[in-house]
């Protein structure tokens, strides 16, 4: 970082002052985020990428053309999905016995603030004042980068615990180029693929519109050096739902930033979770297949039609819609025809769960339509992975156990006590699975878990900066 702000002429002091730090030696200090220059540096501490095949698997490919396999084998060389099928010749790769095991396609969630995570100790659910609302945004505005770096580190930790391979780090608190850098880097160190959507800091005011001459330079330092990192914007809501501490901006507001974001190149997404906005995005002319809204609840047939003629998708997080007012309306979204997918959100009040996540979608389906729901345990497998590769751009990368695409997959253990012995794939994923049955996790071709363990990963180092972070920014908040 330092080799960075010296090629933009800034010194140590200024940036201390931008980014309102007031004891941020540790930040310039700290190796893992010292070394930023950019989005091609890999980070040190990922394990290489080697050739291994998976043999036996139950192999569940989300690529009509493939199909499943009961017994199959996964050949993996170099980050590449080399060939899947009942039986590979590999004989110079390393063999993982994939027996009682399913192998599918990593996870792709598809909105997630993790720039949240390091709040999770501080949320009750038994008290309003400490909802996540009132939390985010009474701590948010006093975020140094190095809060937004361990924040993003630990939740990234436990995506990959829990199968994630790719995210959206939907970050509406990037309080300056320094955040967005520290954001960025925890994406990167963390071995995920995923798209950055950058956005304006907690309380900005709603007249003042986001950094594009810093969006234009994160762009231009970050993002398309390989296929692990994108770059998108998250916009304020234009239907004022949670104004004062989110943002609510007027049409010509959105016009003017979507227009900088188009003009870049770049896709945008936006919560909307009460009725009018889409109605709002369409007389203004901003509805687009590079658009994304989040928190399917509250459209009406009308907004519905709208978003399938224009190409929007929505991304659902079942557990935080079920915690709100309207009918979460995946099935009327299905029946429309929009594209969907599936994210986490947050995992200050739940975790990160795509199980039960589909398990939610597909209880709420059954208990509001009985046997007439639109959605099948098959259906929801596809949302969780090559759904949200789709929806985020990476489509021909990942979400698919595809020849040729980048080997994001995991195994899951079908042998154990809440699934065996295995039946259809699909309704135990769904209906059964749990994080915890998760043996293996390969992001680009890196074996990152195994055997239920980080391989190369410090969790009780991430967890003990993610606690020191949180300390200073309590004391640096006056937190009670
Ligand atoms: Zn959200």
């Known amino acids: 970082m330092t080799k960075d702000i010296k090629a933009r002429g800034m010194d140590r002091r200024t940036v201390l002052k931008a980014t309102g730090a007031l004891s941020a ?28 095949v998976v043999r036996g698997a139950h192999v569940l490919s989300m690529d009509d053309r493939i199909g499943d ?30 027996r009682g095991m399913i192998c599918m396609p990593g996870f792709v969630e598809t909105h997630w603030h993790h720039w949240t995570n390091i709040l999770r100790p501080v949320m009750r659910q038994d008290d ?110 234009v239907d004022s739902a949670n104004a004062a501490t989110r943002g609510g901006i007027s ?78 309306q995946f099935d009327e979204m299905l029946e429309a025809g929009v594209k969907l997918s599936m994210s986490i959100d947050h995992i200050t009040t739940y975790d990160c769960d795509c199980f039960v996540c589909m398990r939610m979608l597909y209880t709420l389906s059954t208990h509001r339509f009985g046997d007439k729901r639109k959605v099948t ?20 990368i990942t979400g698919s156990l595809t020849p040729g695409k980048r080997a994001d997959l995991i195994l899951i253990r079908a042998n154990g006590p809440n699934m065996a012995p295995l039946g259809y794939p699909y309704d135990a994923l769904v209906t059964m699975a749990q994080p915890a049955n998760i043996d293996t996790v390969v992001a680009d071709g890196r074996i990152l878990r195994r055997k239920g363990e980080f391989t190369a990963l410090d969790f009780d180092k991430l967890v003990r900066e993610a606690s020191d972070a949180l300390a200073a920014l309590k004391v640096r908040a006056k937190w009670a």
Not at 26 to 46: E, H, T, V
Request: glycine share 10%; with cysteine; net charge neutral.
């Open 25 to 52: 030696t540790s930040l310039f200090g700290a190796p893992a985020i010292a070394q930023n220059a950019g989005g091609s540096a890999p980070a040190a501490s990922l394990p290489a990428r080697g050739e291994f």
């Open 69 to 98: 396999f009961p017994a199959g084998d996964v050949h993996v060389r170099d980050g590449a999905i080399v060939a899947v099928a009942a039986s590979v010749n590999a004989p110079a790769a390393q063999v993982i016995d994939g």
């Open 128 to 237: 309003p004042k400490l909802g996540y609302f009132p939390v985010t945004a009474g701590l948010g505005v006093h975020y140094v980068p190095e809060d937004s770096y361990h924040s993003g580190r630990i939740g990234l930790a436990e995506a990959l615990s829990a199968g994630v391979t790719t995210t959206q780090n939907w970050a509406h608190n990037v309080r300056s180029p320094q955040h967005a850098d520290a954001e960025m880097r925890a994406m990167r160190d963390s071995g995920l693929r995923g798209r950055f959507a950058y956005g304006n800091p907690v309380r900005d005011p709603n007249d003042k519109p986001m950094d594009i001459a810093d969006l234009a330079r994160a762009k231009r330092d970050w993002a398309g050096k390989d296929n692990m990192l994108t770059l998108a914007i998250c916009s304020r809501s």
């Open 251 to 328: 049409p010509d507001m959105a016009k003017k930033e979507w227009g900088a974001a188009r003009d870049l190149g770049l896709p945008i997404t936006m919560h909307t979770s009460g009725k009018g906005a889409i109605k709002i995005l369409n007389e203004a002319g901003l509805l687009g297949r590079d658009l994304q809204l989040v928190h399917p609840l509250n459209t009406d047939e009308e907004d519905r039609a709208l978003l399938a003629r224009h190409g929007v998708s929505y991304s659902t997080s079942p557990i935080g819609e079920a915690r709100r007012p309207g009918d979460l």
């Open 377 to 396: 345990t098959k259906r929801l497998v596809q949302l969780a992975t090559i759904d949200g590769a789709r929806d985020l751009g990476f489509g021909d």
